[in-house]
């Protein structure tokens, strides 16, 4: 009966890269290069040769697909459907000079953060910090205030547990730290900020680097690194600091037979390098990964060819196209915001006026108050002299009336009746005096309200012009070796011969140094970070790779310094010193 991952006409395969699951069928003659060139189409990945496919193998050990054998020969575990993961098998020495696609970068970018957060690959504080800082714009983009409130870090898996546990600081003080950070990235592309997370990545010891127990002839337990550059021999307790570097370029032969493996250098008079794996399965791998290191190293030190010198083309002109496109976009944002700026002024322009003009108008809106008010005044003051004149009246009505009655007292009356006739006339005098004044108060009250019907006019014309704003421009019409596989005990010898010939400037990396010492501004942040961090440190809770690396600090070492010093003196005297270990 056929299995159920293998059906009679094919093979049901998943595979998961760092950002994406695929699922194929294939048929069981299918050859683990095949599976891989499909994978590499349907994720549209052409710099293949940094790639291959990992599983776990039947003994419970994960192990690279080989390219030349079947799939359905190679002890994959037999899940439903079978399992394999894209992973970065080789790394290259310059992530800025040799990733050329966006995607590639993207790769690398994921599976090195991985290994930091998981700590495979040792990261001190202040470097996870400003790593952090480049993985959240790579997701989030530029800082927004508005989308990017607090909290907006908080499922977010930033920095190593060992960071988290070895400082006094809460949950949000970190994702402060980080934002801070995160705010100083603005302006950067997304694909920017995970090339600058790389550069800085690939200075940290371990990175890129495959660790494998070895013996040398004396029994002494050491570590063999072996990474794009060479192989370096580390001590036991110490896997940031290598003792003894081999590059590429020093390398003309390596062998094995059963758990000795042996290496032949192109000094004729230096002795054979030689050291012990406690298994064959781990020789094995070894030898592909020496194999596989050594090409790159010599492919990256001629001549690219056509395939990589059109890829790099495209690579530009996309690149070009982007930094174009950027540009218009700033330009665009420049404009908008100088209109907006240009608003605001004629805006606060028109309040200025507007404050003018009612200044001006307030002097004349008081002397039409006053007017009014005198007005008010002067008619109040006729209604009363008016009533006085119809009291008078009705006096002098009745005075007559009473005249005809009382004729004995005639000339009293008549005398009463002169004197206010005379307190008539001079009623009816302050009366005509008084409509003469009012007549002058309401020619000078009409003129005043002429003049404040005007200001209002021209205060009405300011407030309801539309501010002059220029209309908006149309739019254009590996680190830490995975567990060792087991293998089949067959082919227990092999040797490969390394070619060394056309190389051009064979040993470039040792004038290598760091981003930070290359970039002025990075080394700026790392000191800040690293004062900053170091008030909130727990200094019981420093591993033993801490130490190390602090110790690093204050010898004035790193990487490639380092790597000048493990290579001095002539290829005897450095399998000596191996040796005597």
Known sequence: NP????????????VTSMDAELEFSIVPSTTGKELFNQVSRTVGLRETWYFGLLFVNTKGFQTWLKFDKKVSSQEVKKD?????RLRAKFYPEDVDEELVQES??????????????????????????????????????DFNKETHQNGYLANECLLPKRVLDQHKLSKEQWEQRIQTWHEEHRAMLKEDAMLEYLKIAQDLEMYGVNFFDIKNRKGTELWLGVDALGLNIYEKDDRLTPKIGFPWSEIRNISFNDKKFIIKPIDKKAPDFVFYAPRLGMNKRILALCMGNHELYMKRRKPDNIEVQQMKTKAREEKHQKQMERAKLENEKKKREAMEKEKDQMEREKQDLMLRLYQQGAPQISRQISILQERRRVEEEAGRLEAERQAALLAKEELARQAV?????????????????????????????????????????KEVQEDLLKTREELHLVMAAPAAIPAPPSPDSSHSSHSDQEESEENSTYSAELQQQDINDHREEEERVTEAEKNKRIQAQLMSLSADLAETRDETMKTQ?????????????????????IRMGNTKQRVDEFESL
Request: proline share 3%.
């Open 3 to 14: 299995q159920p991952w293998c059906c009679k006409h094919h093979v049901n395969i998943r």
């Open 80 to 84: 439903v459907p079978l399992q394999f």
């Open 104 to 141: 590639t970068q993207k790769l690398f970018f994921l599976q090195v953060k991985e290994g930091i957060l998981n700590d495979e690959v040792y990261c001190p504080p202040e470097s996870a910090v400003l790593l952090a800082s480049y993985s959240v714009q790579a997701k989030f983009g």
């Open 405 to 445: 009655i009382q004729l004995e007292s005639q000339e009293q009356l008549a005398a009463e009746l002169a004197e206010y006739t005379a307190k008539i006339a001079l009623l009816e005098e302050a009366k005509r005096i008084q409509e003469e004044e009012a007549e002058i108060w309401q020619s000078r009250a």
């Open 545 to 565: 790779n801490d130490l190390l690396h602090t110790e690093n600090v204050r010898a004035g070492r790193d990487k490639y310094k380092t790597l000048r010093q």
